[in-house]
T-cell receptor, first 114, second 113 residues
Framework: SAVISQKPSRDICQRGTSLTIQCQVDSQVTMMFWYRQQPGQSLTLIATANQGSEATYESGFVIDKFPISRPNLTFSTLTVSNMSPEDSSIYLC???????????FGEGSRLTVL | KNQVEQSPQSLIILEGKNCTLQCNYTVSPFSNLRWYKQDTGRGPVSLTIMTFSENTKSNGRYTATLDADTKQSSLHITASQLSDSASYICVVSAANAGNMLTFGGGTRLMVKP
């Protein structure tokens, strides 16, 4: 299994500001993903964080709004830019170990935008 | 369009009782199906992962079944405990480039004493 640490665990932000969420894994992993979970909803994939290259974004998500970095095989960041109340969600980092397609999730970062 | 539908949306049971959660999917081509448990305020934790050839898989008091012909899965919880109160999410992986995952909406289970 993989141990995933996310920071911050929660934050309250003002409209128009940006917040960067960090994801640290205890081992090198091939695949890292960022998900959003809006209140009462299931998870939606934002993007796949690619090591050493630009992230691959899903439909409805763009790099200007959700810039992602992945400098190495154990670390990634997601920035939520120019926030609005609609961005209030839980943001989850996830990693794939490649073994039987297993996917592990961090504890999530709960973001509230006022 | 790939879809995963879960039922019921929410469920309340008494401690010690059994319950069954349902998952129907239209994901094609099918690769595997996973059940996750998500406690409130926590990230999802994997319970089981099943491939095409597996009909039943158990993890303690959790037993998942898969019928690939009818594209249905169930998660049976035996002798429920208060700690089983959580959301249970069914996730189906497609056997295509990128192994795209489709998430169900989840079933919110509450176990009452």
């Amino acid at each position: 299994s993989a141990v995933i640490s996310q920071k911050p665990s929660r934050d309250i932000c003002q409209r128009g500001t940006s917040l960067t969420i960090q994801c640290q894994v205890d081992s090198q992993v091939t695949m890292m993903f960022w998900y959003r979970q809006q209140p009462g909803q299931s998870l939606t994939l934002i993007a796949t964080a690619n090591q050493g290259s630009e992230a691959t974004y899903e439909s409805g998500f763009v790099i200007d709004k959700f810039p992602i970095s992945r400098p190495n095989l154990t670390f990634s960041t997601l920035t939520v830019s120019n926030m609005s109340p609609e961005d209030s969600s839980i943001y989850l980092c996830s990693v794939g170990t490649g073994r039987a397609g297993e996917l592990f999730f961090g504890e999530g970062s709960r973001l509230t935008v006022l | 369009k790939n879809q995963v539908e879960q039922s019921p949306q929410s469920l309340i049971i008494l401690e010690g009782k059994n319950c069954t959660l349902q998952c129907n999917y239209t994901v094609s081509p099918f690769s595997n199906l996973r059940w996750y448990k998500q406690d409130t305020g926590r990230g999802p934790v994997s319970l089981t992962i099943m491939t095409f050839s597996e009909n039943t898989k158990s993890n303690g008091r959790y037993t998942a079944t898969l019928d690939a012909d009818t594209k249905q899965s169930s998660l049976h919880i035996t002798a429920s405990q208060l700690s089983d109160s959580a959301s249970y999410i069914c996730v189906v992986s497609a056997a295509n480039a990128g192994n795209m995952l489709t998430f169900g909406g989840g079933t919110r289970l509450m176990v009452k004493p």
